[in-house]
């Protein structure tokens, strides 16, 4: 399964939080499972690391090497990904999530987020 993994809970993956559900983390370590980071979660990352955002206690840089690391796959953005955010409903006003729900729908994966204004976009998106 392609999971496709929204920031806060690709940085819980890494970090082995404890805010990472276990359900989740069974998704996410099943041999099944093939887990992708969008570009965008690295930009985000970047942005709010740099703002000094508590949320984001790494670099886009570190957070990109420890995803390495854990071997997940990389996944760009395309222009496709870009218009299909037009024709999303207005759920939530985040361009970081919208973008990453408009990938999950175009590619097709499952992504999987902690939260569940996101959730409502697709019954294929896992709410955490």
């Not at 041999?31 to 703002?51: D, F, N, R, V």
């Not at 985040?94 to 999987?112: G, T």
């Given at each position: 399964m392609n999971l496709l993994l929204d920031t806060h809970v690709a940085l819980w993956a890494i970090a082995d939080s404890p805010k990472l559900p276990v359900k989740t983390r069974a998704l996410i370590e099943s041999?099944?499972?093939?887990?992708?980071?969008?570009?965008?979660?690295?930009?985000?990352?970047?942005?709010?690391?740099?703002?000094?955002?508590?949320?984001?206690?790494?670099?886009?840089?570190?957070?990109?090497?420890?995803?390495?690391?854990?071997g997940y796959r990389f996944l760009p953005i395309e222009p496709e990904h870009v218009v299909a955010v037009e024709e999303l409903p207005r759920h939530h006003a985040?361009?970081?999530?919208?973008?990453?729900?408009?990938?999950?729908?175009?590619?097709?994966?499952?992504?999987?987020t902690h939260d569940r204004t996101v959730a409502r976009y697709s019954d294929t998106i896992i709410a955490t």
């Open positions: 041999p099944k499972s093939t887990i992708w980071i969008s570009a965008a979660t690295l930009w985000e990352i970047s942005i709010k690391h740099c703002l000094g955002r508590g949320d984001m206690p790494v670099s886009g840089q570190e957070a990109m090497g420890y995803f390495r690391e854990a985040d361009p970081f999530d919208r973008l990453l729900v408009a990938q999950a729908l175009a590619e097709p994966m499952r992504l999987v």
